[in-house]
């Protein structure tokens, strides 16, 4: 199957940054899509950003012009730049990945998320 491991949530004022990462690993046959969902308190999981391995990317409107999501296919990684963070930003995000693992067909994936807190 496969695993992924997120790293980079944090407290952060507001107006700040931050940068999550996410590596996936197992025996990865292929990855298509790559993202980040993020769960606030109270509220559904929502799609933050998603890039394809073309590089085509899909953000919320709500972080449109201050998220930033890239990839790097070699090191099965994707990152998230958030910049001019806000207090509604506050939510636990979610690294997940559509592939294909030896043995199993495609199917998503999820991280154990990672919170990331902005204060006002």
């Known amino acids: 199957q496969v695993q992924l491991v997120e790293s980079g949530g944090g407290l952060v004022q507001a107006g700040g940054s931050l940068r999550l990462s996410c590596a996936a690993s197992?025996?990865?046959?292929?990855?298509?899509?790559m993202g980040w969902y993020r769960q606030a308190p109270g509220k559904e999981r929502e799609l933050v950003a998603a890039?394809?391995?073309?590089?085509?990317?899909n953000y919320a409107d709500s972080v449109k012009g201050r998220f930033t999501i890239s990839r790097d296919n070699a090191k099965n990684t994707v990152s998230l730049q958030m910049n001019s963070l806000i207090p509604e930003d506050t939510a636990v995000y979610y690294c997940?990945?559509?592939?294909?693992?030896?043995?199993?067909?495609?199917?998503?994936?999820w991280g154990q998320g990672t919170q990331v807190t902005v204060s006002s």
């Open positions: 197992g025996t990865i046959f292929s990855i298509n899509a």
């Open positions: 997940y990945c559509n592939a294909r693992a030896a043995g199993w067909g495609w199917r998503n994936y």
């Open positions: 890039i394809t391995s073309g590089g085509s990317t």
